[in-house]
């Protein structure tokens, strides 16, 4: 339920701040639907850095 609400509380601030830099609703929804999209890929590999990160520093 957590991470669920948490999804559509970012799409829905995704598209309010792409509304408020467009004023164009279409561009906005464009925007707001895509930006969350990518956000997931950026997150996992910023994960993925951090993880390989902590690695290397408990093996040294």
């Known amino acids: ?3 669920g609400s948490y999804a559509v ?3 829905l601030v995704a598209i309010a701040v ?3 830099l467009t ?3 279409r561009q906005a929804i464009a ?3 895509i930006e969350p999209f990518v956000q997931t890929f950026a997150f ?3 994960d993925r850095y ?3 990160r902590a690695a290397k ?3 040294a």
């Open 1 to 3: 339920m957590k991470t």
């Open 31 to 33: 925007i707001g639907l």
């Open 44 to 46: 996992a590999a910023h």
């Open 57 to 59: 520093s408990k093996s």
């Open 18 to 20: 792409a509304y408020a």
């Open 50 to 52: 951090w993880r390989r």
């Open 23 to 25: 004023l164009d609703w």
């Open 9 to 11: 509380m970012h799409l």
